[in-house]
């Protein structure tokens, strides 16, 4: 049985933008359909358009909420099919020798 393909590392950018995106339409599209209630059916100014707003919220945090946990997932199967990158060298970059070693630390000395 074959293995699924592999996303492309640019997808997983887009799944990230589109999070903002979503955020937005979700707290326009409830605050303005709060907006018509208040104004058409309910009359309890503010307390619908308050109301509206606190539904795009919930709606927005659980769009962060879903796209953090696929991005999760996503690090947690990466770490299982690739190696962990190499440690950085512990080298000095100005020329010193690195601590504990019996090199001189000035070449010309």
Request: hydrophobic residues 45%.
């Amino acid at each position: 049985m074959a293995d699924p393909p592999k996303r492309a590392v640019w997808f997983r950018y887009t799944d990230s933008a589109s999070v903002g995106i979503e955020m937005v339409v979700a707290i326009t599209a409830c605050a303005v359909g709060a907006l018509w209630l208040e104004r058409n059916v309910t009359h309890w100014a503010p307390w619908t358009s308050l109301l509206g707003i606190g539904v795009g919220l919930g709606a927005a945090t659980k769009a962060v909420v879903r796209a953090a946990r696929s991005y999760r997932r996503q690090l947690a199967e990466s770490a299982l099919t690739e190696p962990p990158p190499l440690p950085p060298t512990a080298l000095p970059t100005d020329g010193a020798a690195p601590p504990g070693s019996s090199l001189p630390s000035d070449p010309q000395a």
